[in-house]
Nanobody, 122 residues
Framework: VQLVESGGGLVQAGGSLKLSCAVS?????MGWFRQAPGNRREFVAGMRWSGNSAMYSDSVKGRFTISRDGAGNTVYLQMSSLKPEDTAIYYCATRPVLSPSPMAREASYESWGQGTQVTVSS
């Protein structure tokens, strides 16, 4: 399994960014996590392989949207109304399609991308 994130960068507060994660090597449910300096990695958003179920952390609900292309090879995270506290390294990750674990459970994810830096200036 290979995951390659892109789309990070520097943006002003209130701005938008769209992250992409190119996935190869199988079919999976997907998640986005982030880790800010000095903090533990935290769940941001997740989507089942079927694409009909998405979940968000309370901190990003209503501002971020997870989606995937029709072939399921690329997963996106559209981030809007960005805040300085959204500054972090963002990671995409895969987990088995039939995983019974809660989508936000980090340990249920098996493969991870290298991460992409998002910096939101005030």
């Amino acid at each position: 399994v290979q995951l390659v994130e892109s789309g990070g960068g520097l943006v002003q507060a209130g701005g938008s960014l769209k992250l992409s994660c190119a996935v190869s090597g199988g079919t999976f449910s997907m998640g986005w996590f982030r880790q800010a300096p000095g903090n533990r990695r935290e769940f941001v958003a997740g989507m089942r392989w079927s694409g009909n179920s998405a979940m968000y952390s309370d901190s990003v609900k209503g501002r971020f949207t997870i989606s995937r292309d029709g072939a399921g090879n690329t997963v996106y995270l559209q981030m809007s109304s960005l805040k300085p506290e959204d500054t972090a390294i963002y990671y995409c990750a895969t987990r088995p399609v039939l995983s019974p674990s809660p989508m936000a459970r980090e340990a249920s994810y098996e493969s991870w991308g290298q991460g992409t830096q998002v910096t939101v200036s005030s």
